[in-house]
């Protein structure tokens, strides 16, 4: 099913009959590329609009060196923002950069990569783009932590800031910090800022 939306018009929530499977889901993601596209627990799909440059710009430097820390450390991968996830609470959702171990990946069959994985990475990366609300992006992280990933950074270049979620915690705020330190499961990664900001 291909649908013809300005991009003003997005984002977009659509409700069907019943909720798309997840390969039903995967061929109306191809049909309406380049939108980005996630299900929602409830079964709605949200249409949204690519980020747009300066997002983009952003999210590959972060991507990167999350990449380059996962390969020297050997523990797990990296997925950008076209790595989907089927979460247990039924919704796929693609973080912007994600973590997941190789521990956890061991249990899906090949067959189960090549869609929509299902399984929670242990580290998510969201990155708030200028017209995203930050309320809707808080929900969003505190769904990831509870779909089972232990450690979420909500990465906001609109405040200089970045917000750090725990199972089990309040939020840690760090506004215009210098960089970021990994714990948990990505104890070691540093995320740069000032690469970030500029």
Known sequence: MNLAFA???????????????????????????????????????????????GT???????????DEWAEADGRGVVTDSNGGYALADGSVRAPDAAWVSLRRLERLSEEEKKGF???CPEFVVELRSPTDKLDGLRTKMEMWIGNGAEVAWLVDPVRKAVEIYRAGEQ?????EPTSV????PVAGFELVLARIWA
């Open 56 to 66: 983009g710009r952003i999210n590959s430097r972060i991507t990167r060196s999350l």
């Open 7 to 53: 991009e003003s018009e997005l984002p977009v929530r659509l409700r069907f009959d019943r909720s798309m499977t997840d390969e039903e889901l995967m061929r109306f993601c191809a049909a309406n590329e380049p939108a980005l596209v996630e299900r929602e627990a409830n079964g709605e799909v949200l249409v949204m609009t690519p980020a747009g440059f």
């Open 171 to 175: 939020p840690e705020i760090h506004e």
């Open 181 to 184: 330190q990994g714990s948990g």
């Open 117 to 119: 994985a299902p399984v």
